[in-house]
């Protein structure tokens, strides 16, 4: 019974999915418990040939069954015990894989909304110096609220992941608590520098098409409605850009 719980563990450690890991610790209880069944009846056949062949041996039945079942109970104990590090081995590995599965997650979301974020400012500033303000500035409305859209998704996506990893191991949630405030902290952070960096590309476009239709329009005056329907911003938006 020593070796099949010995094998049991080494071979748990050679998956890397939970639920092969159980199905592996089930097969070797339940081999124990057939092999323990077997033990017994041998046992119980044995007590009553012995008991039953003299007078005399018929006087320890008692003692014979209490040693015997005190020693049945130390080996149901000890695979008990067996069985328990086994457990706790399989939670372990469960714990740190779903770790890892939430930390790669976590990684190449942000990564992913970087990379939406340095898109958006290179595509800017390419309509910027080619001219296309209105379209650059189209641009940047659009892929604000794309970009919004995509870091509510990503957050409900993180949060649905933690929450499923905390139903299957009941501390995940305790001893993982400081990945999901990092993740948090990262979203806030993102958010402002994304309402920044909109706020910088805006200005940009205002002021660059600006400096190119004082050079179009050399000793004309720009008004406001004039730049209000070339960019389609609204007026209280170009005031605030140009101050």
Do not use: P
Not at 71 to 76: F, G, P, S, T
Not at 115 to 140: H, I, N, P, S
């Amino acid at each position: 019974m020593e070796n099949l719980f010995v094998k049991a563990s080494e071979d748990i450690e050679k998956v890397g999915l939970y639920g092969k890991m159980r199905e592996i610790l089930d097969g070797k209880k339940e081999k124990v418990e057939i092999k323990l069944r077997q033990v017994d009846d041998k046992i119980e056949e044995k007590l009553k040939i012995v008991i039953n062949k003299t007078y005399e041996s018929k006087k320890f039945e008692t003692e014979a069954r209490e040693f015997y079942f005190k020693k049945k109970n130390d080996i149901k104990k000890l695979v008990q015990e067996k069985v328990e590090i086994i457990e706790e081995k399989i939670n372990t590995l469960k714990l740190e894989t779903d770790r890892e599965k939430l930390l790669a997650m976590i990684n190449k979301s942000n990564i992913h909304l970087s990379q939406l974020l340095g898109t958006l400012q290179a595509r800017v500033e390419d309509y910027v110096e080619t001219e296309q303000f209105k379209r650059a500035y189209l641009r940047v409305n659009k892929k604000q609220k794309h970009i919004d859209q995509v870091i509510k998704n990503t957050n409900r996506r993180i949060k649905e992941l933690f929450k499923d990893f905390n139903r299957n191991s009941n501390d995940f949630e305790t001893k993982n608590k400081h990945i999901i405030n990092d993740f948090d902290r990262f979203i806030k952070e993102f958010n402002e520098t994304l309402r920044e960096k909109v706020k910088t590309l805006e200005e940009l476009i205002v002021k660059s098409y600006v400096v190119m239709a004082i050079k179009a329009v050399a000793n004309e005056f720009l008004t406001l409605s004039f730049l209000q329907n070339e960019l389609k911003m609204k007026k209280q938006l170009i005031l605030y850009k140009m101050n």
